[in-house]
Structure formats: C-alpha cells, structure tokens
C-alpha cells in the first residue's frame, strides 16, 4: 500500500509520501543431495518481512524559471532471496539473523527552465546499511566451490549531476550530461 500527497502553492510546491509492504519467499528444493539429505529436498521455512518507507521533498520557485528543490527518504527493504540463503543449490540453510536493509538518503539542487535552456544541478547522498551478500566460488585449498557470507554492509553513495539542454531549433535539441 502507498499513499502520497502533493500541495502546490504560489511560491512552493512539497509532497509527502508513504507505503508499506510485506514480502515473503522461500525455497523449494526438487532434488535430494545426498551432502544434506535432512535439507535439500522440499519446501523451507518461508521468511517474511514488513517493510515501509517514507518520501519527501519541496521545491522553491524563485520565480517562474528558476527553481531549488530537496527531497528526501527512509525506507526499509527485504534481503534478496538469493542472498538470503547459504548455498540455494544444495540445501535450505538461511544465513542466520536475517533482517531488512535500512536505506536514507536526499537530494538538492536547482533548476533553470527557459524558452532556449534547461539546466539542472543536482547534488546527492544515499546510505544502505544491513546488507547481505552470499559470494560463491572455487577454493583452492579446500578443492571445493564454498560460500562467503558478508553480513553488515553499509555502502554510501555521493555525488553531483549536471545536465543541460539547449534549443536550437523547434526540432532539434542538444543535451549535455555529467
């Protein structure tokens, strides 16, 4: 479910915004190995998650070309289900503590709107916390493929945008990116 609300007024333009889910998955293995034969075959315990986020942002006209906007967020989402197991293939082990990832972040910038040009600058920032990657490959000195499981990762994304679109005719345009 989500719901989102927009007011506009002279000078100011904000929204909020909000939505809750739930997701679910599971395991259904459809052979028998015979390493795990207590965990490989069959349905697994199925995992469920309550998840909600929240949206917001306002944007400023400082007049009617020129514009500064913000918006933000918070919201949690599920793990993959890929990542959520230790080894799929073989057995119906989850990694242990499972929990949903925690994710915030907003943006600012400014915005130039005109007959000829349009320009936009934007600066950003986003966290993922509680992250859970299962990395498979082949040991050499085990002689086997293993599972490395990283739990706890925070990744931080940060940056700046710029893009800028000229008119030079009725039907052509050029657009400019970085």
Do not use: C
């Not at 400023?60 to 020129?66: E, L």
């Amino acid at each position: 479910v989500w719901a989102k609300s927009l007011f506009v007024l002279d000078k100011l333009d904000f929204f909020i915004a909000a939505d809750a889910s739930m997701s679910s998955f599971y395991r259904n293995g459809l052979y028998q190995n015979g390493k795990f034969p207590d965990s490989s075959f069959g349905k697994s315990t199925v995992s469920s998650f309550f998840n909600y986020g929240v949206k917001a942002g306002a944007t400023y006209k400082i007049n009617g070309r020129n514009y500064l906007y913000a918006n933000g967020l918070y919201m949690t989402r599920a793990p993959y289900a890929r990542n959520s197991f230790i080894s799929p293939r073989t057995r119906d082990e989850l990694v242990s503590n499972l929990s949903s990832e925690e994710i915030y972040g907003g943006e600012l910038g400014y915005e130039l709107k005109s007959p000829k040009w349009n320009v936009k600058a934007t600066a950003y920032y986003t966290a993922i916390n509680d992250q859970i990657k299962v990395r498979s490959f082949y040991h050499d000195a085990e002689a086997s493929f293993v599972n490395y499981i990283l739990k706890g990762i925070d990744e931080i994304h940060t940056g700046t945008e710029f893009s800028a679109k000229y008119k030079i005719s009725s039907s052509l345009d050029v657009k400019g990116v970085v």
